[in-house]
Protein backbone atom coordinates (compact mmCIF):
# COMPACT_ATOMS: atom_id res chain seq x y z
CA UNK A 1 0.00 0.00 0.00
CA UNK A 2 1.57 3.28 -0.81
CA UNK A 3 2.54 5.66 2.17
CA UNK A 4 1.80 9.64 1.28
CA UNK A 5 3.94 11.83 3.66
CA UNK A 6 2.98 15.50 3.58
CA UNK A 7 4.98 18.59 5.21
CA UNK A 8 2.52 21.32 7.04
CA UNK A 9 3.04 25.11 7.33
CA UNK A 10 4.01 24.69 11.11
CA UNK A 11 6.67 22.05 10.02
CA UNK A 12 5.08 18.90 11.05
CA UNK A 13 4.29 16.22 8.96
CA UNK A 14 1.11 13.88 7.85
CA UNK A 15 1.26 10.43 6.84
CA UNK A 16 -1.61 8.49 4.93
CA UNK A 17 -1.56 5.05 3.92
CA UNK A 18 -4.17 5.64 0.56
CA UNK A 19 -6.93 3.34 0.43
CA UNK A 20 -9.02 4.80 -2.27
CA UNK A 21 -7.78 7.41 -4.90
CA UNK A 22 -10.43 9.11 -6.99
CA UNK A 23 -10.23 11.30 -9.91
CA UNK A 24 -13.01 13.41 -10.48
CA UNK A 25 -13.38 14.90 -14.27
CA UNK A 26 -15.48 17.42 -15.68
CA UNK A 27 -15.84 19.50 -12.65
CA UNK A 28 -15.86 22.66 -13.82
CA UNK A 29 -18.12 25.05 -11.61
CA UNK A 30 -19.75 26.37 -14.59
CA UNK A 31 -21.49 23.64 -16.39
CA UNK A 32 -22.01 24.87 -19.40
CA UNK A 33 -18.61 25.56 -20.30
CA UNK A 34 -17.79 21.75 -19.22
CA UNK A 35 -20.51 20.62 -21.91
CA UNK A 36 -18.88 22.60 -24.31
CA UNK A 37 -15.65 21.46 -23.46
CA UNK A 38 -17.34 17.90 -24.06
CA UNK A 39 -18.21 18.70 -27.23
CA UNK A 40 -14.57 19.48 -28.15
CA UNK A 41 -13.35 16.30 -27.55
CA UNK A 42 -16.01 14.47 -28.93
CA UNK A 43 -14.42 16.01 -32.26
CA UNK A 44 -11.35 14.27 -31.49
CA UNK A 45 -13.10 11.19 -30.48
CA UNK A 46 -12.46 10.83 -26.58
CA UNK A 47 -16.29 9.62 -25.36
CA UNK A 48 -17.96 11.90 -23.09
CA UNK A 49 -19.54 10.74 -19.74
CA UNK A 50 -23.14 10.06 -18.95
CA UNK A 51 -22.90 12.46 -16.26
CA UNK A 52 -21.07 15.63 -15.11
CA UNK A 53 -19.47 16.01 -12.94
CA UNK A 54 -17.58 12.48 -13.15
CA UNK A 55 -15.62 10.63 -10.70
CA UNK A 56 -13.23 7.56 -11.57
CA UNK A 57 -12.19 5.38 -9.11
CA UNK A 58 -8.55 5.23 -9.56
CA UNK A 59 -5.21 2.17 -8.61
CA UNK A 60 -4.35 3.06 -4.75
CA UNK A 61 -0.89 2.76 -5.48
CA UNK A 62 -0.61 5.23 -8.29
CA UNK A 63 -0.93 8.30 -5.89
CA UNK A 64 2.58 9.47 -6.18
CA UNK A 65 5.54 11.60 -4.72
CA UNK A 66 8.08 11.37 -7.74
CA UNK A 67 10.42 13.83 -9.11
CA UNK A 68 9.80 11.20 -12.44
CA UNK A 69 7.45 8.66 -13.99
CA UNK A 70 7.46 6.28 -16.79
CA UNK A 71 5.01 6.34 -19.97
CA UNK A 72 4.68 4.00 -22.60
CA UNK A 73 4.53 6.28 -25.32
CA UNK A 74 5.07 10.27 -26.70
CA UNK A 75 1.50 11.00 -26.30
CA UNK A 76 1.10 11.47 -22.47
CA UNK A 77 0.36 14.68 -20.18
CA UNK A 78 -0.45 16.44 -16.91
CA UNK A 79 -3.45 18.21 -15.57
CA UNK A 80 -2.80 20.72 -13.09
CA UNK A 81 -5.51 19.84 -10.01
CA UNK A 82 -6.06 19.88 -6.30
CA UNK A 83 -5.74 16.63 -4.29
CA UNK A 84 -7.95 16.15 -1.14
CA UNK A 85 -6.26 13.84 1.43
CA UNK A 86 -7.99 12.77 4.67
CA UNK A 87 -5.72 11.48 7.44
CA UNK A 88 -6.51 10.68 11.01
CA UNK A 89 -6.37 14.35 12.01
CA UNK A 90 -8.20 15.61 9.39
CA UNK A 91 -8.35 16.85 5.75
CA UNK A 92 -5.50 18.08 3.96
CA UNK A 93 -5.43 20.36 0.26
CA UNK A 94 -2.39 19.56 -1.53
CA UNK A 95 -1.35 20.44 -5.42
CA UNK A 96 -1.75 17.59 -7.75
CA UNK A 97 -0.52 16.66 -11.33
CA UNK A 98 -3.19 13.89 -13.16
CA UNK A 99 -0.87 12.20 -15.26
CA UNK A 100 -2.96 10.98 -18.28
CA UNK A 101 -2.49 8.63 -20.97
CA UNK A 102 -4.39 10.18 -24.31
CA UNK A 103 -3.76 7.65 -26.58
CA UNK A 104 -6.35 5.21 -24.73
CA UNK A 105 -8.64 8.22 -23.58
CA UNK A 106 -10.22 7.79 -26.82
CA UNK A 107 -10.94 4.61 -25.55
CA UNK A 108 -12.05 4.92 -22.10
CA UNK A 109 -11.41 7.98 -19.63
CA UNK A 110 -11.30 5.61 -16.83
CA UNK A 111 -8.57 3.49 -18.26
CA UNK A 112 -6.56 6.54 -19.69
CA UNK A 113 -6.52 7.61 -15.44
CA UNK A 114 -5.25 4.23 -14.34
CA UNK A 115 -1.83 4.35 -17.17
CA UNK A 116 -0.06 6.41 -15.10
CA UNK A 117 0.40 8.08 -11.55
CA UNK A 118 -0.65 11.04 -10.11
CA UNK A 119 1.89 12.77 -8.71
CA UNK A 120 1.11 15.39 -5.42
CA UNK A 121 3.12 17.44 -3.85
CA UNK A 122 5.48 16.67 -0.69
CA UNK A 123 3.31 19.84 1.04
CA UNK A 124 0.20 20.19 2.04
CA UNK A 125 -2.31 22.81 3.95
CA UNK A 126 -5.03 22.21 6.47
CA UNK A 127 -7.88 22.34 4.72
CA UNK A 128 -9.96 24.24 7.65
CA UNK A 129 -6.65 27.07 6.96
CA UNK A 130 -7.65 27.80 3.76
CA UNK A 131 -11.53 27.36 3.36
CA UNK A 132 -12.55 30.93 3.64
CA UNK A 133 -10.18 32.08 0.89
CA UNK A 134 -10.20 28.54 -1.40
CA UNK A 135 -11.28 30.62 -4.80
CA UNK A 136 -8.57 33.06 -4.22
CA UNK A 137 -5.75 30.21 -4.52
CA UNK A 138 -4.15 30.37 -7.98
CA UNK A 139 -3.55 27.07 -10.31
CA UNK A 140 -1.02 27.01 -12.38
CA UNK A 141 0.57 24.44 -14.58
CA UNK A 142 3.99 24.98 -16.87
CA UNK A 143 5.92 22.10 -18.95
CA UNK A 144 9.30 22.14 -20.97
CA UNK A 145 11.11 20.10 -23.42
CA UNK A 146 14.31 19.71 -21.36
CA UNK A 147 13.96 18.89 -17.18
CA UNK A 148 13.08 22.86 -16.67
CA UNK A 149 9.04 23.78 -17.23
CA UNK A 150 9.51 26.88 -18.12
CA UNK A 151 5.87 27.60 -20.59
CA UNK A 152 3.08 28.32 -19.18
CA UNK A 153 0.20 26.31 -20.14
CA UNK A 154 -2.69 26.28 -16.80
CA UNK A 155 -3.12 29.45 -15.10
CA UNK A 156 -6.66 30.07 -12.80
CA UNK A 157 -7.74 29.39 -9.50
CA UNK A 158 -10.07 26.90 -7.39
CA UNK A 159 -12.10 29.24 -7.79
CA UNK A 160 -13.26 27.85 -11.33
CA UNK A 161 -13.45 24.27 -9.91
CA UNK A 162 -16.34 22.83 -7.89
CA UNK A 163 -15.21 23.28 -4.57
CA UNK A 164 -13.35 20.60 -1.83
CA UNK A 165 -16.78 20.20 0.39
CA UNK A 166 -18.75 19.60 -2.69
CA UNK A 167 -16.87 16.65 -3.03
CA UNK A 168 -16.37 15.46 0.64
CA UNK A 169 -20.22 15.33 0.67
CA UNK A 170 -19.95 12.74 -2.81
CA UNK A 171 -17.43 10.73 -0.56
CA UNK A 172 -19.56 10.71 1.69
CA UNK A 173 -22.46 9.27 0.15
CA UNK A 174 -20.49 6.14 -1.29
CA UNK A 175 -18.72 5.96 2.46
CA UNK A 176 -15.46 6.94 1.21
CA UNK A 177 -15.06 10.03 3.17
CA UNK A 178 -12.33 8.40 6.25
CA UNK A 179 -8.66 8.42 6.52
CA UNK A 180 -7.06 6.84 3.47
CA UNK A 181 -9.36 8.53 0.81
CA UNK A 182 -7.28 10.73 -1.83
CA UNK A 183 -9.72 13.19 -4.52
CA UNK A 184 -8.09 14.06 -7.34
CA UNK A 185 -10.22 17.64 -8.07
CA UNK A 186 -10.16 17.73 -12.19
CA UNK A 187 -8.82 20.13 -13.98
CA UNK A 188 -8.38 23.68 -15.59
CA UNK A 189 -8.50 24.80 -19.43
CA UNK A 190 -4.68 24.56 -21.18
CA UNK A 191 -3.67 27.15 -23.15
CA UNK A 192 -4.24 26.95 -26.65
CA UNK A 193 -1.01 26.59 -29.12
CA UNK A 194 1.03 25.34 -26.16
CA UNK A 195 2.09 21.63 -26.75
CA UNK A 196 1.13 19.52 -23.93
CA UNK A 197 3.05 16.77 -24.50
CA UNK A 198 6.05 17.88 -22.74
CA UNK A 199 9.58 15.93 -21.15
CA UNK A 200 8.56 18.06 -17.76
CA UNK A 201 5.68 19.03 -16.22
CA UNK A 202 5.34 21.44 -12.92
CA UNK A 203 2.18 22.34 -11.17
CA UNK A 204 1.78 24.75 -8.40
CA UNK A 205 -1.01 26.40 -6.11
CA UNK A 206 -0.46 29.66 -4.46
CA UNK A 207 -2.78 31.38 -1.73
CA UNK A 208 -2.31 34.92 -1.60
CA UNK A 209 -3.37 35.32 1.65
CA UNK A 210 -1.11 33.56 3.55
CA UNK A 211 1.70 34.07 1.28
CA UNK A 212 2.17 29.99 1.24
CA UNK A 213 2.40 27.71 -1.83
CA UNK A 214 2.89 23.67 -3.21
CA UNK A 215 4.24 22.57 -5.64
CA UNK A 216 4.65 19.15 -7.76
CA UNK A 217 7.27 18.39 -10.59
CA UNK A 218 8.35 15.99 -12.76
CA UNK A 219 10.25 14.42 -15.89
CA UNK A 220 8.80 12.29 -18.22
CA UNK A 221 11.04 9.24 -19.11
CA UNK A 222 9.44 7.12 -22.10
CA UNK A 223 9.60 2.95 -21.35
CA UNK A 224 11.97 0.83 -24.39
CA UNK A 225 9.43 -0.63 -27.23
CA UNK A 226 8.07 -3.89 -26.55
CA UNK A 227 9.54 -7.02 -27.88
CA UNK A 228 6.08 -9.22 -29.25
Known sequence: MTT???????????????KHLLNAGYAGREQDEVQA???ELAELGVPGPTTTPALYPVSPYLAQQVSEIQVQHGRTSGEAEWALVITEEGVLLTVACDHTDRELEVHGVAWSKNASPDVLGRKAWRLDDVRDHLDQITLKGWVGKGDTPDTLIQDSALGALLTPDYWLGV??????N???TVLISGTVAMTSGVDQFARSWKVEMADPVTGHSVD?????????????
Not at 6 to 15: A, C, E, H, I, K
Not at 171 to 176: N, P, V
Open 37 to 39: HIA
Open 178 to 180: EPG
Open 216 to 228: AQYVVEQMAEPIG
Open 171 to 176: LTERGL
Open 4 to 18: LSFQLPDGSTRNVEV
